[in-house]
């Protein structure tokens, strides 16, 4: 059985060694890197070949990839890499790899050519002063095949080891009995359904009432469809951190030992017996993808050789540390979560962060933030596109896609950032950040009002923040440990807004805020309203995607604003629950901002005498801190009796802990807290640990200069301006925080929607279909 490879992972395999180096190295951007190899390959004669594919192989290994450039006249092999700064500078063994993948590249040139000698040139092309940088070695065939096979050779092991865990893993798969011993209702429409979707290689949208499995739901099918989709790996993607918890957790009872028996039967049975067999724990590898700042060692230090220990000989230790993490055997492998991770790191004296890092290529599963896939940078879509991988995608709670989506494409900038920086900002970057400055006040000093959008970005300030980027590039390439840490992180910043400027259109707003006279408080921002256009590449990357939320109604909102593929599957999942078990009232009360003053008392009335007939625990939601502060107070001074706990605006994990532990079996109380924040969704307080909430307000977003601009662009856009900001966005998080309340088939409570708009049938039909609303 032939494995296939990249030469570049190949060669980072074989070739990497010494030190991690991070040291923010003056590299180019992206488009200055396609501009580099087009001006190089602009350069050469008419015969010049550009990104030539090439492929050969040595024993089971089949080895691919795409040479820069080959010279037919000159006889060259060209590898170009962009850069900037001191060339000298360079670690050497980035100048190993490089030509280490030369080589290979030239290998397998001289095989499907017949050449029995070939030049094989680095190419180093200065994107500042555009001059090249030519190193050559003239090589014969059978040295670079020799060269060739070396890398092959110290692969192989690794490569047997990586076909064999595949077939035991797609065997297992294969074979992989339910973990449970039935499916709870509605849980097999969704299986079932991710697996079609799967299957025919189409994006699923499900919506999933809570309580009913969601991710074992989704996670199992998909590993199901794995070996007939000859998928690479499964990415989980979650909107936070007890969403990779739930999955983490669901892929531990999913591969746990057990007795295989054929009890799938239906869509996920492909019909092959299961012969009894020891109980064995699926050999599946899972990986847990954590924030640098959470798995950093030595927050202090920096991710060099020089400073941190854990990246001190990082690529010679990191063979071992790569085999403890994948295991002996097939079914050996350790847990790669956040803490199994760490362990092996430190066992190894490699950083955990960029052990993880690596790991990501030998994973099967993946669970990690959103970021990680659907961010301009995702570091798993770049992956997944330069290793030609089949992936999958599962989107843990996808209603939250769309606001996320909307940060990562955002950009802003800050008056008070580049005031901060250019007192200490070297002499070389100064004058840019002059520039900078004046285009900025020109900007700002023709706007009248507070908040404006402005219809084109003005070029004047594209221009002065390109030199400001290459200011600072050069300066750091000349001098890397002369950067202050806030002129980097201003950098950072004003390379997202050039990036995402040159994709500027009708899918943002570029909007000005003065928030003094002294026009010192400043932001100019470049706002992400419809993230379609850079998610739907990411879709259209995976094999299959499947999003599931137990609030995705409507679904053209979300095919509108993520750009899901056309022939996208929708599937409403029935839910599990008796309208018999939950009492939704409506309280025809006015909760518009003008009314909430008068809408206290009732409010107050309302939920003593829900307290006074059942007795229990209780969660009161509002629209902002300010609503719940006013009702919560007014609670207290009249009915100081009934125990009541508050949300706080900034809550650390444990107070949050603290929050949800006052909900106990026999407590008796009301919490307080805010719609769409941390209590509204993803807290799961079954029986009597929560009878009922009262929910005030639509949840509709704030009407704002920039909603009301927002409002504009959709209706513009999709002619749904107020739903598509205001009444679907506030209603998914109604139906989130109501959905606390049932969470089990023997839950019973009690839900008040106090607004009288809820009566209207335009609002209820955004209501879960198996309420029954009593609006009298
Ligand atoms: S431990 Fe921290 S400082 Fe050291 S290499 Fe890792 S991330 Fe960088």
Known sequence: MTYTVAVRTLCEFTAKLGDLDLRFTPSATALEGMAGHAMVASRRGEDYESEVWLQGGHRDLVVRGRADGFDPAAGRLEEVKTYRGDLQAMPQNRRSLHWAQAKCYGALLCAE?????????????????????????????????????????????WSAQETAHRVARDAALTALPFPYAQFRTGQRELAENVYKAAILGRTLLAQAPTGIGKTVGTLFPQLKAMPRQKLDKLYFLAAKTPGRALALEALRAITA?????????????????????????????????????????????????????????????????????????????????????????????????????????????????YNYYFDLGGMLHGLAHAEEWRVGVLVDE????????????????????????????PAAVSQALKRLARTWNEIVGRQLEPYAVHEELPQGLLTALQNVNSAIADHSAAHPEDVPPELLQFWFDTLHFTRLAESFGTHSLFDVTIADDAQRDVTLCLRNLVPASFLKPRFLAARTTTLFSATLTPMHFHADLLGLPPDTAWVDVASPFDAAQLRVQVAPLSTRFAHRPASLAPIVGLMARQFAEAPGNYLAFFSSFDYLDQVAELFQALHAEVPVWTQARQMTEGARADFLARFQAGSRGIGFAVLGGAFAEAVDLPGERLIGAFIATLGLPQVNPVNEQMKARLEALFGAGHDYTYLFPGLQKVVQAAGRVIRTTTDAGVVYLIDDRFRRADVRRLLPSWWHVETA
Request: hydrophobic share 45%; aromatic share 6%; with cysteine.
């Open 257 to 369: 030992p057990h007795r295989a028996r054929p009890a799938t039967a239906g869509v996920l049975d492909d019909g092959d017996a299961v012969l009894e067999q020891a109980p064995r724990r699926a050999p599946l590898r899972v990986i847990e993808l954590v924030a640098r700042e959470k798995a950093c060692e030595h927050p202090a230090k920096a991710c060099h050789g020089e400073s941190c220990p854990l990246a001190k000989g990082f690529y010679d230790r990191l063979p071992a540390a790569r085999q403890a993490a994948v295991g002996a055997a097939p079914e050996s492998a350790p847990r790669l979560d956040r803490a199994g991770l760490r362990a092996i790191a430190l066992e190894h004296e490699v950083c955990p962060y960029y052990l993880a890092q690596e790991m990501v290529r030998w994973a099967d599963v993946v669970v990690g933030d």
């Open 113 to 157: 050519r017949g050449l029995d000698k070939l030049d094989v040139a680095l190419v180093y092309y200065d994107v500042a002063s555009q001059d090249e940088t030519l190193l050559v070695e003239a090589c014969t065939a059978d040295a670079l095949r020799a060269f060739f096979e070396l890398q092959c050779e110290r692969f192989l092991a």
């Open 398 to 425: 996808a209603h939250n896609l769309v606001p996320r989506a909307r940060e990562m494409y955002s950009a802003t900038l800050s008056r008070a950032a580049l005031d901060g920086v250019r007192p200490r900002a």
